[in-house]
């Protein structure tokens, strides 16, 4: 298997906010694809925010840990401010950015409640990272990890091109639940009226040829030590 358990340490911009608690769970929870009380019992979740038409504009995790913040790549930060700041006026707070490193743990085995996604029997855990004794995985290593578990790697290049559905993410990222947030209506069109539901896996690249589809779409590629390995979405024919 090409699975490799271990860590991986990214550094994230962590947006907080000044002002009331209750302005700033309406104002998110208005916004982002993901139910925030999902919070009373796990330490990180994982969401996004979409525009009208349902596409994503910026993915990234949720924690209540210090209040609620947002953690995103630095690579999507500007799009997400600049969405934020067209509501935030109207709840009376201030947002404040800091920087936090943020430790993926990759693992075969359960070893918490807590792990943010798993696939079949491999796990990842997300936690603040608090000291350097641990050896980390490569870059390389922790992006074939993400795709072998199935998991889309939102970043800039993606902004406003793909609606959750397309990658995966109505599954790990969204709440039918949860009532009105922006993007909702076309996401919850898209869930209860399409007959024929997407399939998003891994594959070795070579091994395209072998899903019986007619509509298979690339949505990610690794290479890894000479082997090309891709996620692709596909309708089973």
Known sequence: SYFKPGSFAINKKVISFEGSKDNVFE????????DLKDLESKNFIQSCLCDEKGFIKA???????NGLEILVDESCLSVLLEELSKFIKFYNLEMEINSREV??????????????FSNNMLF????????DHEKLLTEAEFNL??????????????VGKHRPHDVGMNESHV????GCFRGQE?????????????EIIS???EDEANIKSKKIKTLKEVSFEGTTFALVSFIPD
């Not at 993915?59 to 840990?65: A, G, P, Q, R, Y």
């Open 145 to 158: 990890n993400i795709l072998l578990m199935g998991q889309f790697l939102f970043n800039y290049q993606d």
């Open 186 to 198: 076309v996401i919850a069109r898209t869930e209860h009226l399409s007959k024929k539901k997407k």
């Open 203 to 205: 594959i070795k690249a």
């Open 27 to 34: 104002l998110l929870q208005g916004q982002v694809t993901a």
């Open 175 to 178: 709440s039918f639940s949860k």
């Open 124 to 131: 990842c855990d997300i936690e603040f990272k608090e000291n």
């Open 103 to 116: 430790l993926y743990k990759f693992s075969k085995k359960n070893n918490s409640m807590g792990h943010i």
């Open 59 to 65: 993915e990234f995790l949720l924690s209540n840990e």
